[in-house]
């Protein structure tokens, strides 16, 4: 156990990593080995169940990591104290369960704090869960600068690997502990009276995404940008070589192991040749969009209201790099938006809708920056807007796009156009 003293508080909650021994053997269940042949599936699984401390399948077998403990520091200390949020009768047992859970695993304690948030649920697909409104807490926690990598500053480093694995860590913020002296900050009311603190960080915390994020290089070393990138709690390694990716996984598991933080074995995906990351799939030919992803846009209903527009059309923004002309494609649906410009569902909005649809499930497939290949930029303007399209030139005059861009005329061209 390690003992930390700050601010004359003892702090012993830095817990036991959860005896192996005590927990079913993994299994091959256990993990997603679909897609590989049996010798390569084989020899994988012996490497993961040499390392099983590096797995967690529940948050009962979850331990707090042995990372610098998440603070959250606020302009003032005069407690927060919101109203509780209602629990629907039919979900008080699923909220008391996910409570017990979380208090087995040693997440959450019984708390007399000054402090309230409330919790609530929230449905995921078919499941319901526990969050907390952290918005009055974050308005008072001190901002500190800190960058987040965006998708264009991770994807370029993968160019020339052929084999990736993308791991998922279990309730990632819930394996780093919160500081000993703010955890009575996070204190929160159950519909039945009970109140409960966090001791590990938890979604919904102003900092939380920096914390983890922070992590990555302490963790991987120098493995960061030459075999392994981190978004926050996701993680893809990339290899030239399928033997130096079994080299890359050990030791990605030796580091994460010492410190006690795990994986999900059920959602990481190992070894492949395509692999899904941040919304899109990961190949060695490039990048494509992740079909399971644009459903949602697929099954968006017609509009029938400028905030229903904004809606889909913000959804269909996190692709546009991959639809040529999308200002121009989307400027029937902006047009709508425009504050003087009454709603009204014509022909011509149908068929943009429609078209933006078709061009997101079925997408080029985008190069990766390739610092050895020629570039080159083809250009276009007209009275109503200006695009372009950036491309790489390989041998046998083969063109791939790397990006698209497009503005529209007039208001639409200083909110929309694009360079990425």
Known sequence: MKLITVNNYEDFSTDFPVSQDILPPLTEKDFNLSGLDNKIKNRLFQLLISHKSAFAR???????AATEHHRISLQHDYPIKCPIYKIPFNLRNEFRRQIADLEKAGIISKSNSQYNTPALFVKQKEKWRLVLDFRKLNEITLTQDFVIPTLDDILHEILGSNYFSALDMKSAFNQIPLHF?????????????DKYEFNRLCFGLKKSPKSFQSIAPEVLGYLLHNEAL???????????????????????????????LTFNPSKCQFLSKSCKFLGFVVT????????????????????????QIKSFLGGCNFYRRYIKKFAKR??????????????????????????????????????LPDQNAELQITTDASSRGIGAVLEQKYPKSEVKPLYFLMGVEGWCLQSTTEVT
């Not at 955890?183 to 009276?193: I, Q, S």
């Not at 990716?245 to 030791?251: D, M, N, Q, S």
């Not at 933006?356 to 497939?365: E, Q």
């Open 230 to 260: 981190v978004y926050i709690d996701d993680i893809i390694l990339f290899t030239k070589t399928i033997d130096e990716h079994f080299e890359l996984l050990g030791k990605v598991f030796e580091r994460f192991e010492r410190i006690h």
């Open 330 to 367: 989307a400027l029937p649906l902006t047009n709508l938006l425009r504050k003087d410009t009454p709603f009204e569902w014509t022909s011509e909005t149908q068929e943009a809708f429609d078209d933006i649809k078709k061009a997101i499930l079925n997408p080029p497939v985008l190069a």
């Open 58 to 64: 529940s948050m009962v077998e979850l331990s707090a």
């Open 181 to 193: 002296a703010d955890r009575h900050k996070t204190a929160f009311f159950t519909p039945d009276g």
């Open 284 to 307: 060695p030919e490039g990048i494509l969009i992740d079909k399971d992803k644009s459903v949602s846009i697929n099954e968006f209903p017609v509009p029938t209201d400028q905030k």
